[in-house]
């Protein structure tokens, strides 16, 4: 196994869009597209564009939310995961469930539109890992 690019680092916030107005006014950001809701994952988000990666900004859809408890924890939001991506995710979890990496969930259709799964943070030094399917086409 041999991750890819990093595609994005999740980043927890109370509020997309006071998190977009901070990061235009720090970094002269400007979303990738409009937010949008992930509604099987509880989650909203948007992308913003660095030039060599991404930041994925996720708002709680509800209080059910993964990242409701979160930020219960960090109410000011902060850094939640980080995703590499791999060009076969089956092939990924595989390797990683042969080798007891405990794998989070079913893999499912996450932001991107492609597969991805979570590993464990216990499992990889204290850092959630988003490992997602790279898109077929290139970006
Ligand atoms: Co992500």
Do not use: W
């Not at 990738?32 to 992930?38: E, I, R």
């Not at 996450?110 to 799964?117: K, S, Y």
């Amino acid at each position: 196994m041999r991750f890819g690019r990093l595609n994005h680092v999740g980043v927890a916030t109370p509020s997309i869009e006071r998190s977009l107005e901070l990061y235009r006014t720090l970094f002269g950001a400007e979303p990738a597209s409009p937010p949008f809701d992930l509604s099987a994952q509880g989650v909203r988000v948007c992308f913003v564009d660095a030039p060599n990666s991404q930041i994925e900004l996720i708002e709680p859809l509800g209080p059910d939310s993964p990242i409701a408890r979160f930020l219960e924890k960090n109410p000011d939001g902060g850094q939640h995961h980080l995703c590499f991506e791999v060009p076969d995710i089956e092939e990924a979890r595989t390797f990683y469930e042969g080798q007891g990496t405990r794998v989070l969930g079913p893999t499912r259709i996450g932001a991107h539109g492609t597969p991805i799964f979570f590993l464990h943070p216990k499992d990889t030094g204290g850092m959630l890992t988003e490992i997602m399917e790279s898109p077929k086409q290139a970006h």
